[in-house]
């Protein structure tokens, strides 16, 4: 019977090395809009929680914020729906009918920056 403790196998592949240069070039294609990391991670051949690690040691960041708004004049009628907001942090405001822009806006700015009252 063979000792197969002290036998050394060779790697089926040989790591692969990205040059700051391609982790640069790929970890801007995830933050184009509507890119998906998976996609990205999945033609560059490696796995999206590797690419995700090189956005941390980057500095990159998915950008945040707010989507574009576009409040109607008031000479419309105002509408009966309901707004329903969810914030990173958790927060969430439901708005229901008519409501004073100023102070939705100050509601908003409170809980966008993670206050509750």
């Known amino acids: 019977m063979k000792d197969r403790r ?3 196998t060779p790697s089926a592949r040989k790591r692969r090395r990205f040059s700051l240069a391609e982790k640069q070039r790929l970890v801007a294609a995830t933050l184009e809009p509507g890119a998906s990391v998976a996609a990205v991670a999945r033609e560059a051949g490696i796995l999206p929680t590797q690419l995700y690690g090189w956005r941390l040691r980057l500095g990159a960041s998915a950008p945040r914020g707010f989507a574009p708004v576009r ?7 105002a509408a009966t729906g309901t707004i ?4 990173v942090a958790g927060a969430r405001m439901r708005i229901s009918g008519a ?3 100023a102070t939705m806006s100050a509601a908003v700015a409170a809980l966008a920056q993670g206050r509750r009252r």
Do not use: C, R
């Open 6 to 8: 002290n036998q050394i």
């Open 71 to 77: 409040i109607a004049p008031e000479s419309l009628p």
């Open 84 to 87: 329903e907001i969810e914030f």
């Open 99 to 101: 409501v004073d822009v």
